[in-house]
């Protein structure tokens, strides 16, 4: 046979193989189209896929399943690879494990975890951590029979007799709370549905204070009271929040003197007490709600202290008579600074401790009471996290407090505020070869479209780092003045030991820089947080720490509205992208006033109803701007029974994309139909959302084992 004939049957059996898989790839299931006319502002907007909204339809659980039976299909070929991922990543963990203690009340609290359990034990220790353990909870037996189970909040009463703890086995967010005897471990009868899951003790050791969720919206909008041993039914209602852009919650004080009702909205304050010895008087109002004014408290001795944005846009620190709360009578402590922001504070009896923030990093700062010297704490790398833990008691000189960075694992820490010494009480172990010194973190500062300079931080494993080559995973938040603090994560090892450069890209919209960071990401500035992010990918690519063409993005919930914009404004700077949870039927959402935390939210993206949020919010909500386009890979994630971002937001926009765009990269929508917006509850069990994840974007650079 010559060599042209034998040329000729290779062509024809490479042409067999392509046309046998072409047969056998599964289509991609196409939403059905039932337009929907939706007008305000004398604009119509045509919504083909309104009809997914319906939970309860059949077609709509079809089309889901549809969608996962694909997801499944396409990502067959490296269900090998995700169970390696998922084994290794579980293989990291120290399966039996302990947190530390903490003193409150006589006896030592803490946590622990038992082989594959997916769930903690909850235990005490009276006086000694020598004493007998006492399992309060043990959630591995309460969760069985369940899909999901969840532990909200925990409290025992003042005299260490009752426990009452809250549980939701729906992933909606609905908690209800259960008591239980801590002498003959009894389940009382006593239950309270719907609620937020946080239990305020009063100190008659009998009286608890709760919040409910409103039937429809699920915000937090009523406070009861309720008496161990009678009928929830008859709780009496202390307080109810009328205004529905505001969320309630309870609490009691440091010093267990006083228990707070507090209400919040995006720009706004108020808070409401009495004394915790006295839980049927009647609840004052502390200062009078106004626009723009924000403030927190907490109590010792003769004084409330006050952390406020009372002519202070970064915040400032204040104290108050008890006798005198109206903000007229505050007090300045520590004062606004321009460069500084108060993020919050721990009051012992001879130290104050505050947390700041600057240059986007957080900072420990330590003062005394009587000689009113100070000095801040040393952390020693150049991108870290650290934060004031748990520190109940006020009789000490020891300030617990928390530290990690994208090497350092997870580490609890003992402060001496007189001798200044430090104990490591614990550092996260990491089981396996982990060496933090094979591993590089650095902090830079990438430049925006405006000129801003964006705090970017970033780690690789050192003998995989080429310059130029290596596959980047960028991820961000950017949204609710909420930080993407660094942190460690054995997970993340899966990534860096096979090249690839992890990155955050600290966007406005977050408040890592201070309070005009987040003011300069939100309603009509919103799209800072896009081009920032946007810049940060550049950025990076023209830095050498990620190849052009190996470019993936990840960001989830309000993150995912990030990666729906990113997409629709620049596809080309990405090869995949995954939007978990994602926000991204901005305008409708925001219309609908029956949705959870829509009202809340006016003034984080604007209120529709005005002309001029509508006209902007159109400009980039994800789902109203998909377009006629190529796409990098999407993989994305939901919940059906999500109550923070509506599953129907991400199925919408996935077939929406799905018809319109030009190329042939892949779609895949993945719905979760047991769980919520945190998704899997098991410590373990949700490691598989992550295997699936980090597949994903492998497969793309042919990345296997």
Known sequence: MNTKSILSIAVL??????????????????????????????????????????????????????????????????????????????????KTDESVPVKLNGFYYYSRTEGDAEYPFYCRKKESLKADEQIMLNVPKMAKGYSYFSIGNYSVCENNKILAYSEDTLSRRKYTIKFKSLIDNKVYSDEIGNTTGGITWANDNKTIFYTVKHPETLLPYRVYKHVLGTSADKDELVYEEKDNTFYTFCYKTKSKKYIMIGVSSTVSTEYRYIDASKPNSKFKVFQARERDLEYEIDHFKDHFYIRTNYLAKNFRLMKTPVNKTDKNNWVEMIPNREDVFLSNFEIFQNYLVVGERKNGLNQLRIRNWKTDEEHYLDFGEETYDAWISANPEFETNILRYGYTSLTTPSSTIDYDMISKEKTLLKQQEVLGDFNKENYESKRLWAIAKDGTKVPISLVYRKDKFKKGTNPLWLSAYGSYGSNSDVYFSSVR????DRGFVVATAHVRGGQEMGRYWYEDGKLLKKKNTFTDFNSCAEYLITEGYASKDKVFAWGGSAGGLLMGAIVNMKPELYKGVIAAVPFVDVVTTMLDESIPLTTGEFDEWGNPKNKEYYDYMLSYSPYDNVKAQDYPALLVTTGLHDSQVQYWEPAKWVAKLRDMKTDHNRLLLKTNMDFGHGGASGRFERLHEVALEYAFVMDLVGINE
């Open 13 to 94: 059996c490479l042409m067999a193989v392509a046309c046998t898989q072409k047969a056998t790839m599964p289509k991609a299931p196409v939403a059905k189209k039932i337009p929907k006319e939706l007008t305000i502002h004398n604009d119509t907007r045509i919504d083909n896929y309104y009809w997914l909204n319906q939970r309860e339809d059949s077609a709509v659980i079809n089309y889901l399943t549809a969608e996962n039976e694909y997801t499944d299909a396409i990502m067959q070929h490296t269900e090998d690879f995700q169970t390696k991922l998922f084994d290794e990543m579980v293989a990291r963990i120290k």
């Open 493 to 496: 090892l899966s990534l860096l």
